[in-house]
């Protein structure tokens, strides 16, 4: 059955790197992790390495109206307790590689991916996630050999333990000669948990308990960079950055740094694409980058009732510490209160006290300031489109998309200079010419204001070189096609038998680009609310 639907593709007979996440766009997305995985098969089956991804299959309104077939069914243990499972493929491959969910009763079959609706985390988390891991496992070994993936590519700690169960625990020790690749997006977030749910692992060697062990707890995400084959971060600044400061995994970066490599993350340009995005009001025709910005800033400025001669800075993004979010009321009152000409939007959700601030605002400065306090894939196009600016004032940054996201639809970006946004946005000021957008060093409000000074003033004073930076922005690839073969050589490097296979014609594929949309109802076809931070903005 499992090859069966496999040969639906037309062209493949077998996944040669299969993709283990918790999240996938546009399946389930709460950051870049989405993005990251619902990209990388994509392109790489589009090279010819067909590859798949699996993710947990939540209550979602994107993965409910989806057509799903079963291709395995078993049952794994936890502490003694049976879960039954399903593993079922998208019908059809519609997304342009075959994507399959975990479906576990009990454990996935809830709204929300990490949280419930009210935004608390779920208590069972870890039950979740090992669970989860150990399903795709028991569907892997009802391959036959021949037909089991060549690479197994995990993400973060969700899936960090993969590596190591594979190695270590003797149920799944037929898969070990699998080679592992374990890609880290965000190391904020490791997983870590006590030995007293030790009890939840599935049995292992009595030697390999070590492995799990990092400052007395057990660490899923250094237990991967132990086991795995191969480690990678989305960005080569990121990687350094993890060496000198990774939340106390520092020194055993530094001890597996001969199998790591920082490759830094592309974006799917077929979805990013101003001139065909559905999502916007107005696409780029003709190449008229003027016309494209000014129209779409007039109608952000008309649903939000912003001034529309005053340069817009936006925010898009999640209202946490990591990303330098609970700077911006401050950066923002210091120009509001001095009088200055440029106006502000958010877009995102997160910490309660960062959200309180930015409601404040909105009261506090009608027509220089306005939020949504929510999240909306399609607005955020929106927002891409009319914005001048995109501030990104991170305290960590592991790759960025979002100021990939803005230079494409030529909103400059306005950043601190860490991880991705290091390696993608020279400051305007390079004596050489490459400069695409504004860097400041130091998180501290004197600084990001500063940095936003100079991007206003050469806003007022030389839109000249606006224009120009605008046109250079958008010429430059970021794509998929560009870091593909990066993550082809690492797997090569394993001994992977990665073997390109050649793509259908355009006759068999029908259309060139794979349909990736955006979920009906995050389609924004009418304006929303003025000055309504609670209003989700559907249609």
Known sequence: ?????????????????????????????????????????KYSTRAGVLSAAILPKYDLRWIQQQEWVTVYEGTTWINWRPWHFRIQQQLSNPLGYPLFVADIPGLFDRPGIYNDPSGRPYGDELTRYICFQQAVLEWLLSFPWYHRPRV????DHHTALIPWMVKYCPAYQQLAPL???????????QGAFSWK?????????????????WNGLINPMATAIKTAWAVTTVSPSYLFELHQDSLGLE???????RKQRGILNGIDTHVWNPATDLSIQYRLEDGHIAEFKTQNKHVLCEWFGLHKDYPLVSF????????GADLLPD????????????????????????????????????GRFNAVLDYNEALAHQIYAGSDFLIMPSRVEPCGLNQMYAMRYGTIPIVRA??????????????????????????????????IYRAASMWYNDPYTTAMVRERIMSIDFSWENTIEQYFAVYRSLGAAIEPVKPPSAEERSEESPKTVLPEDELLLTPPRRKSPRRKRTK
């Open 1 to 41: 059955m499992f090859v069966a639907l496999l040969v639906a593709t037309s062209y493949f007979t077998m996944i040669q790197v299969l993709h283990i996440a918790a999240e996938c766009y546009p399946a389930a997305k709460t950051g870049g992790l989405g993005d990251v995985v619902g990209s990388l098969p």
């Open 152 to 155: 197994l590519h995990c993400h």
């Open 179 to 189: 080679p592992t690749v374990f890609t880290i997006h965000n190391a904020q977030y």
């Open 197 to 213: 749910n030790s009890y939840l692992l599935p049995p292992y060697e009595a030697t390999a308990g070590n492995l799990l062990d």
């Open 251 to 257: 020194s055993l970066f530094r001890h597996e740094w």
């Open 316 to 323: 898009i993004g999640r209202l946490v510490r990591e990303k």
């Open 331 to 366: 950066v923002f009152r210091r120009f509001i209160y001095a009088g200055g000409r440029i106006s502000f939007l958010v877009l995102g959700t997160g910490e309660r006290w960062t959200e309180d601030q930015f409601r404040s605002l909105i009261y506090e400065a009608p």
């Open 418 to 451: 860490v991880g991705g946004l290091k390696d993608t946005v020279p400051d305007i000021g390079e004596p050489d010419g490459s400069g695409r957008g504004f860097r400041f060093e130091q998180f501290n409000v004197e600084d990001a204001a500063y940095a």
